[in-house]
């Protein structure tokens, strides 16, 4: 059982250059998120899905974009990378519903990303 | 909006010297709160959730207890291996979908 799986580890980008941080998760979970994470500044949520094909803008969602075409899949997209989207990028799933009380995060083991 | 405010932001212990860290809360209808822990390089891990007042928590050295406006971690007799990052987040009734808001963290140093 793997997880969640992020992929890459590490990336430095370019100013204006593109790429897309994979991720993906074997437990059938229906939530998945992105978050980014800042020296002290905690998570911020950038996108979530609460299921295939829904998706929905988190507090931090400028510059980037997502889709959710799988239950696995929730892949994070840069268009036109800026040194301000320098960051540690994790990937999490949960199972959530409105009788499950049990919706704890998995998160993936994170994307470092250096845009100069 | 949901508010979490965790203190203090670092912590020094010697090994064997018990402390407390805090998380105080904002929001509307508290579904939940949980606790994580991070490890330098690595994703969150999850500990404990707490749902309401009064509840409790334990796994091995650490409990966790939930209060109407706050959490403690407390942490009992420290090992230098449970230096980490500790992260609290709190899940709301609001809006539905019941998306965790994450506090900064407290970043633990266990010396030995």
């Known amino acids: 059982n793997a997880g969640v799986t992020q992929t890459p580890k590490f990336r430095i980008l370019k100013i204006g250059q593109s790429m897309t941080l994979q991720c993906a998760q074997d437990?059938?979970?229906?939530?998945m998120y992105w978050y980014r994470q800042d020296p002290g500044m905690g998570l911020k949520l950038i996108y979530y899905?609460?299921?295939?094909?829904?998706?929905d803008k988190g507090e931090v969602p400028n510059g980037y974009n997502v889709s959710r075409s799988t239950t696995e899949d929730f892949p994070l997209r840069l268009e036109l990378a800026a040194p301000s989207q320098t960051s540690v990028y994790f990937c999490?799933?949960?199972?959530?519903?409105?009788?499950?009380?049990?919706?704890?995060?998995?998160f993936g083991s994170g994307t470092q990303l250096s845009v100069l | 909006e949901d508010q979490v405010t965790q203190s203090p932001e670092a912590l020094r212990l010697q090994e064997g010297e018990s402390s407390s860290l805090n998380c105080s809360y904002t929001?509307?209808?508290?579904?939940?709160l949980f606790w994580y822990r991070q490890d330098p390089g690595k994703g969150p891990e999850f500990l404990f959730t707490?749902?309401?007042a009064g509840e409790e928590k334990e796994k091995e050295r650490l409990k966790a207890t939930l209060t109407k406006k706050e959490s403690f971690l407390h942490i009992t007799a420290p090992k230098p291996e449970d230096s980490a990052t500790y992260l609290c987040?709190?899940?709301?009734?609001?809006?539905?979908?019941?998306?965790?808001?994450f506090g900064r963290g407290t970043s633990l140093i266990v010396h030995p």
């Open positions: 899905s609460v299921g295939a094909g829904i998706t």
């Open positions: 437990m059938n979970h229906n939530y």
């Open positions: 987040a709190v899940q709301s009734v609001s809006g539905g979908s019941y998306i965790p808001t």
């Open positions: 707490l749902y309401s």
């Open positions: 999490a799933s949960s199972y959530s519903s409105g009788f499950n009380r049990n919706e704890k995060l998995f």
């Open positions: 929001v509307s209808g508290l579904r939940g």
